[in-house]
């Protein structure tokens, strides 16, 4: 199971809900925690003192098979999906932005937990072989079906038609099957195919309705509309029909609205569905981003970034109602019950603009990730009201980035979500709940849990350098040793190597191959900060190597790739 | 291996460009920093500068003589150094997402280039010398300040896709003539009047979006578009569709919505792979909507 397993099919919606709403979150839930201090980001990760993370992979990794590279840039939509339901084996689909052009892609992570350590093993860093379907552009969002694949959605329009079969290369929902890191083939003619039929648009994201069959699905452009996506027959999302929102009367006086087909038989149609939108009377929210349905009750969310809202509606079939503004308006100020050094404090906390992905416990609480403003995770319970406030401040984030594409394994217990484009001058190590140290100096996907579901169980676990509390782009000098940086990644000549050491000490370094003889064995004096190290890969055999850094107080280790 | 000796660049490159960061690819895509590159800058076939909140790219990035794809996108810059136009072995340069106001004149000496980003920015025109880029397939100026088009773009005869939209055009240059290599056309979201009569020189157009523009009619060589599946002119100030639609042999998708029509031509009903026909928000009668459909039978027609 996963987030969009336990939502309720909106076909369902036939009698009008009214659920008590319970508000009062387990103590061990995920979404038990108090909020962390509202600040500009600071160049570290501050989730709250109830949790820990650990850091699952960073841009320029190396894949498994040195001949794929390193991973790449741009880590966006981070869905989990579990093999056979479980919680603890499964693959994390890794989107990557790319460009405007066919430089995206999603790299596919094998992930097990370790119930001894209590830490998420990464057995392998695949990519996703995107060739037999023309590439893919700006791998923005996604979602995750009910059988096993992921949905990856392009969030650009390039036009052309490389391969001549009518249907537009880039700006599609792609299905993709980790477990054989490849696209779908819906036809069986042994020639994978994009999802033509949810039409071409600058796609943010998809969700699935428990049905199996009705999923929904925005564009983040301007005119932005709300698709709704019915599948001929449950579980493939190649055949269906294809429908978009257009409300009974303007923006902020209608509250009810009707699905409008939209014509998705031919390429030609499937190309202009948003033209064929526009014609039909589609209503514009401009901008749009998330769609999720809540477990609760079955209403469907989404998130126009232009106007810095959360919408939602209720979908009775043919029409929609009881549309309102769930949260936002970029001037909102929300009250944030904080801790600091175990009081409670409040603060105001502006909602501002980017207000972006959302992501459904299975509480019903949600949490919205933001791009731009402060960049946020914030969290919403169902308690709340704009009239009535309930949100909460879940993630203050490392400068520079954009979180992103936040899932949970089933037993929601784990959260899965990356920090993009982080600053490259971030210098703040942080241990993480594996007890590496890391800097969200690159890109990183990075799991989130309890203190006592992941890690050391001391629930201080993660040490920012900057206290949580105070920290408010204060980045300090590093306190930790850490190797901060290892480039170019592959190699070809000299490899560097930049340490991070609390003080001045001695380091011995070696370089190990796949079957352990040492290749490279130096001494290295670290200075009190940052230290570049150079070792020359010149002469080793292509291939993926260790690097080891041994001090008196602890050791560091990361692999490169020779080529 | 990396090939080449060093080259030179001055202090100012390695400044701005400095860094951990990988920004410069060789040979088999090796990767490493600015720094190196400034040693070894004639190996250069890569410049990833993307996401670096770069406000300005120094003069002497055109010492990288060999560099085939430049990727500026998302950054902050203004301008471009005229001596990026020194750089003729590019063939694909993205400097989508930025603050460009202008492109350096002599950008026409980049002769290689294929394919050319510059979506979502701030150019209000683009300079003459763009007619010089003989190899262009691709060119996306979409989202951009522009009110008007250099006359030689209509020159370049290899261009497949041509999105300009989302400016503020008021007229696309007379000659259209030598676009014979087109097939994605967008002119959508602009100001637009009339569209030349010389469109029909786009022998091999597939697509051709003109909504939200301010048409007022249809070019009757328009008709001449053999090869045109899709024709998007919703959202104007149509009041009549030119008979030589019906000419239009493989139009599957015609897209008329919010424009001022009271009929269509009879020819409409030649066009037997119509599939979708989008009219609403016109003028037509109850008598003349049911006339409409009688000739298109095949057609899903929606008023």
């Known amino acids: 199971m996963n987030k969009f397993l336990l939502a309720s099919s909106a076909l369902m919606l036939t009698t009008t809900l009214a659920i008590a709403q319970d508000c009062n979150i387990p103590i061990n839930h995920i979404s038990n925690f108090p909020s962390v201090k509202p600040s500009a980001q600071p160049d570290s990760l501050r989730i709250p003192s109830t949790h820990t993370f650990q850091m699952l992979v960073q841009e320029g990794d190396p894949y498994s098979n040195p001949l794929n590279g390193t991973v790449k840039s741009l880590f966006d939509f981070t869905g989990y999906v579990p093999i056979n339901g479980s919680s603890t084996i499964g693959f994390i689909d890794l989107n990557h932005e790319g460009s405007t052009t066919a430089t995206g892609g999603v790299t596919v992570l094998d992930v097990q937990f370790d119930g001894t350590d209590k830490v998420w093993n990464v057995t392998q860093k695949t990519p996703v072989d995107f060739a037999p379907v023309q590439g893919t552009g700006r791998n923005c969002s996604g979602g995750i079906t009910l059988w096993g694949t992921s949905v990856s959605s392009e969030e650009t329009l390039p036009s052309g038609d490389a391969d001549g079969d009518g249907y537009q290369d880039i700006g599609w929902q792609v299905e993709v099957n980790p477990a054989s890191r490849s696209v779908v083939d819906h036809d069986g003619d042994g020639n994978p195919e994009k999802l033509f039929k949810m039409g071409r648009m600058s796609h943010e994201n998809f969700v699935m309705s428990s049905d199996s069959i009705t999923c929904y699905e ?346 | 291996m990396r090939k080449g000796k060093v080259y030179f660049i001055s202090a100012a490159v390695a400044l701005f460009l400095q860094g951990t960061a990988v920004f410069a690819h060789c040979d088999k895509d090796a990767a490493f920093t600015m720094q190196d590159a400034v040693k070894d800058s004639l190996c250069v076939k890569k410049l990833i500068l993307k996401l670096r909140k770069m406000e300005q790219l120094p003069a002497s990035v055109g010492s990288l003589r060999n560099v085939e794809l430049i990727d500026l996108q998302k950054n902050k810059f203004i301008s471009l150094p005229d001596e990026i136009s020194t750089l003729t072995k590019v063939t694909t340069l993205n400097a989508s997402h930025n603050s460009l106001k202008r492109l350096p004149d002599a950008i026409g000496n980049m002769k290689l280039m294929v394919n050319l980003q510059l979506d979502k920015n701030h150019l209000i025109e683009l300079p003459p010398s763009i007619a010089q880029l003989t190899e262009l397939t691709v060119l996306d100026v979409s989202y951009n300040d522009m009110a008007s088009l250099a006359d030689g773009i209509g020159g370049l005869s290899k261009l497949t896709v041509f999105n300009v939209s989302n400016n503020h055009l008021l007229f696309l240059p007379e000659d259209l003539s030598g676009m014979r290599s087109m097939e994605f056309l967008d002119v959508s979201d602009n100001k637009l009047t009339r569209l030349p009569a010389t469109i029909d020189g786009m022998v091999a157009v597939k697509e051709i979006n003109a909504e939200n523009n301010s048409l007022s009619s249809l070019p009757s060589e328009i008709g001449n578009l053999k090869n045109l599946k899709f024709l998007g002119v919703g959202t104007n100030s149509l009041t009549e569709i030119p008979k030589s639609i019906g000419k239009m042999a493989s139009l599957e998708m015609l897209i008329v919505a919010n424009n001022r029509l009271t009929t269509l031509p009879s020819s409409i009903k030649k066009l037997k792979n119509l599939k979708t026909l989008i009219a609403t928000n016109n003028k037509f009668s109850d008598k003349t909507k049911a006339k409409i459909k009688r000739w298109l039978p095949d057609t899903n027609v929606m008023f």
């Open chain 1, 218 to 563: 925005t564009n983040d452009e301007n005119p932005g509309y709300v698709f709704k996506y019915v599948c001929d027959s449950a579980g493939d999302l190649s055949k269906g029909k294809l429908y978009v929102l257009r409300l009974d009367d303007a923006i902020g006086i209608a509250t009810s609205g009707q699905w409008r087909q939209v014509p998705n038989g031919t390429p030609t149609e499937c190309n202009n569905v948003r033209s064929a939108a526009t014609g039909l009377g589609a209503t514009n929210f401009n901008s749009l981003e998330d769609i999720e349905i809540s477990p609760l009750d079955g209403m469907i969310y989404f998130v126009s970034k232009a106007s810095s809202r959360v919408y939602r509606f209720r979908d009775f079939g043919t029409t929609i109602n009881d549309l309102e503004i769930f949260a936002g308006n970029p001037s909102q100020n929300y009250e944030i019950h904080y801790e600091d050094d175990g009081d409670t404090l409040v603060a105001y906390e502006q909602w501002r603009d980017g207000n972006d992905n959302l992501t459904f416990d299975n509480l019903g609480n949600l949490y919205v990730i933001q791009d731009g403003g402060r960049n946020h995770i914030w969290m919403i319970t169902p308690c709340h009201t704009q009239a009535t406030p309930d949100v909460r401040l879940f993630a203050v984030t490392p400068a520079g980035c954009e979180p992103t594409g936040m899932t949970f394994s089933p037993d929601y217990k784990f959260m899965f979500v990356s920090m993009q484009h982080p600053d490259a001058s971030n210098v703040t190590v942080q241990k993480d709940a594996a007890g590496e140290y890391v800097v969200f100096n690159r890109e990183s996907a990075i799991v989130i849990a309890h203190n006592g579901f992941l890690g050391d169980t001391d629930s201080t676990f993660v040490e920012p350098e900057t206290p949580p509390t105070t920290g408010i782009g204060t980045a300090s000098a590093t306190a930790r040793l850490a190797i901060a940086n290892l480039y170019p990644n592959p190699v070809t000549s000299q490899l560097n190597m930049v340490v991070s050491s609390p003080d001045d000490r001695t380091a011995y370094v070696k370089v190990y191959s796949m079957t352990g003889t040492v290749v490279i064995a130096t001494e290295a004096n670290l200075s009190k900060g940052n230290t570049d190290i150079k070792l020359d890969a010149s002469t080793l055999a292509a291939g993926v190597y260790n690097v080891t850094v041994t001090t008196s107080t602890g050791n560091l280790s990361a692999r490169f790739i020779k080529q």
